[in-house]
């Protein structure tokens, strides 16, 4: 049998051989972690971007570093595509397989050592989020970075895409919470990068490595920075007569020189979503728009903190605030924003989430803008989003089986990020790129810098396998999305086809 592989371009390249290179495979891992029957590589045909699809010809799961290296070096000697995977939690089709390619899960890969003394723990790629703050939290650290998947999500998905969450307004997002990891790279190479301290001399190839999306290297460990747990947290949850009084009060409280953990807007269709879902949670689903404001750290810097902001709550005519400290209390509160996602996909028939990011000050503006342009293209808009990075994730619903529904919110989405671009703000924020925005990319990017992005990929993967068609469109795919160059701060002068 016949096989391909992508070339660093997009081409094929013919290899032969599938069913030796299985059985290679299965000498390497194992017989049983190599799953090539239809039934068994089904789960694996796309991410949680449910309406991108493809079946790959084989799933392999390595059980430690040595199975990496040695899978991903017969890999690259047959030229046979891999497409890396985590709990397959990616909202962009970034763990989408390719056609005759193989996906490498590492979720097996689950050594997790809390290190307390130096504030730092070693994870596998397939230890999930919210388990380091769960082992860390005894020694009173935690481990900052908290996607709203942390449940599911694991911490090589998290560096492949540079995951945010809740609080990375004050902590960061992964790149700023990672010290040191061990790569595998395309070329079979096994690289340290990084290592115990946060100053490393040299090019800082780690950050390079967090939200590049598979295409430079499989990480198989990773050494993470553990933070203090803050000695008290407080949540605000404010409900406005508006969004635009809500966006109003991000700036403000920002500008003010206060430094909330989390700052999370939801408009009005958002609160009605989680109230129907969620009704013991008696929401305001009257008001206009609600923002949670969590502020953490010592008891008389929070309670400054608090009398600060119910000020700019106060002037901006806050129809009621409500306050909770202990952690039940605060759960129940969050519940409100984190209930929206599963709210949708409960009522919904078709959901998809436009993930792109604009500077704070234009949140209110272009909130005005993706309203208009939903109740143009006939699509219900829903907003609860990430405000105090301005990471909007505005959720389209509608029905893919209404004629034509699906294509609406397709080009929904494209004037989406076209707005974010003329905003000055980019294409994608904590879902990145994959398939879902490669045209999104050409109209950011240059082809100049297009090509720079694709000569560094090629230092780290010289034969293209690793999560080929993904994050960098080559200009050949520019030309055929029918894609231009946006200049951030420029309104496009035309709608731009998505193909």
């Known amino acids: ?31 049983s972690w190599v799953l090539s029957g239809d039934e068994e590589v089904a789960p694996f045909e796309c991410d949680a971007l449910f309406h991108l699809r493809q079946r790959p010809r084989a799933v392999v799961l390595p059980g430690n570093e040595s199975e990496v290296l040695a899978v991903l070096r017969f890999c690259a000697e047959a030229r046979i595509a891999i497409v890396p995977r985590g709990a397959g939690t990616s909202l962009s089709g970034g763990a989408m397989p390719v056609a005759e390619g193989i996906v490498m899960s590492l979720n097996r890969m689950k050594r ?43 911490i090589g998905g998290n560096i492949a895409e540079n995951a945010g969450g809740v609080h990375c307004v004050k902590y960061g997002l992964t790149v700023n919470n990672v010290v040191g990891a061990r790569v595998v790279t395309g070329a079979g190479e ?4 990084g290592g115990g301290s946060l100053d490393q001399a040299g090019l800082d190839l780690l950050s390079l ?7 430079l290297g499989l990480v198989t460990e990773a050494r993470l920075r553990l933070l203090p747990a803050p000695k008290a947290v ?5 409900f406005f007569s508006s969004v ?14 206060i430094m909330p953990a989390g700052l999370e807007v939801m408009d009005q269709a958002s609160l009605q979503t989680a109230d129907g879902y969620s009704p013991a949670l008696a929401l305001r689903i009257d008001a206009g728009g609600a923002l949670l404001c969590e502020l953490d750290g010592e008891l008389i810097d929070i309670a400054d903190a608090t009398c600060r902001v119910s000020s700019i709550f106060e002037t901006l005519g806050a129809l009621e605030v409500r306050h909770a400290d202990d952690e039940a209390q605060r759960y129940q509160l969050w519940a409100a924003r984190k209930n929206v996602l599963p709210a949708l996909l409960r009522t919904a028939r078709d959901v998809y989430v436009a993930d792109c990011v604009v500077p704070r ?6 909130l005005d803008k993706v309203m208009h342009l939903g109740r143009e293209r006939r699509i219900d808009v829903v907003q609860a989003f990430h405000a105090g990075d301005g990471n909007l994730h505005s959720v389209l619903r509608y029905d893919s089986d209404i004629p034509g529904e699906e294509d609406r919110a397709m080009a929904l989405a494209d004037a989406i990020m076209q707005t974010a671009l003329a905003a000055g703000g980019t294409v994608s924020g904590e879902h990145g790129i ?3 925005k490669l045209h999104g990319m050409c109209w950011q990017f240059s082809a100049d810098e297009l090509d720079v992005f694709h000569g560094i990929r090629a230092v780290f993967d010289p034969h293209g396998i690793l999560n080929p068609g993904k994050s960098i469109p080559t200009l050949h795919r520019c030309a055929e999305f029918g894609g231009m160059h946006i200049r951030r701060g420029e309104l496009p002068h035309a709608d731009l086809p998505r193909f």
Not at 234 to 238: C, F, H, S
Not at 361 to 366: E, I, R, T
């Open 244 to 257: 635009q009084a809500t966006c109003e009060a991000v700036t403000r409280i920002i500008a003010a020189g």
């Open 234 to 238: 407080r949540v605000l949850l404010a």
């Open 361 to 366: 000050h234009a949140l209110s503006q272009v």
């Open 434 to 436: 994959g398939t879902e």
């Open 190 to 193: 096994l690289l340290e990068l």
């Open 1 to 31: 049998m016949t096989t391909h592989a992508w070339g660093r371009k997009g081409a094929y390249r013919k290899s032969s051989g599938l069913d030796g290179f299985l059985e290679s495979l299965r000498t390497i891992v194992g017989p």
């Open 112 to 154: 997790l050592v809390i290190d307390a003394a130096a504030r730092q723990a070693v994870a596998g790629p397939g230890v999930r989020n919210v388990v380091v703050s769960q082992q860390a939290a005894p020694h009173g650290l935690f481990f900052a970075p908290d996607p709203s998947s942390q449940a599911a999500s694991t």
């Open 209 to 215: 490595m967090n939200g590049s999306e598979g295409l």
